[in-house]
Nanobody
Framework: QVQLVESGGGLVQAGDSLRLSCAASGRFFSNYFMGWFRQAPGKEREFVAS????????YYADFVKGRFTISRDNAKNTGKLQMNSLKPEDTAVYYCAARDPNSNEYKYWGQGTQVTVSS
């Protein structure tokens, strides 16, 4: 069992940066893929980025490549999403999630943190 808690969201202006954190509890977190997703009002939840359990191997949605960086520290059971050059269209609730490497389904989800980017 893995519990996830996000933090670091807020209101920023276009061009600013934010760093989201994901605190995980559960002894097997280091074995799991970790991902970030987001959901804007009236839209479906979408994939943002993910990282392998080893930290080697990262994947990004095209719309964040070059602007966002995902990382993790298994020793501290934390994950990060560094978001630079934020745009108004990045406004959404951001969720941290974890999945078993043998599954395609993200089974564990945090409660989400709001990111609002003003123009």
């Amino acid at each position: 069992q893995v519990q996830l808690v996000e933090s670091g969201g807020g209101l920023v202006q276009a061009g600013d940066s934010l760093r989201l954190s994901c605190a995980a509890s559960g002894r097997f977190f280091s074995n799991y893929f970790m991902g970030w997703f987001r959901q804007a009002p009236g839209k479906e939840r979408e994939f943002v980025a993910s990282i392998r359990w080893s930290g080697i191997g990262t994947y990004y949605a095209d719309f964040v490549k070059g602007r966002f960086t995902i990382s993790r520290d298994n020793a501290k059971n934390t994950g990060k999403l560094q978001m630079n050059s934020l745009k108004p269209e990045d406004t959404a609730v951001y969720y941290c999630a974890a999945r078993d490497p043998n599954s395609n389904e993200y089974k564990y989800w945090g409660q989400g943190t709001q990111v609002t980017v003003s123009s």
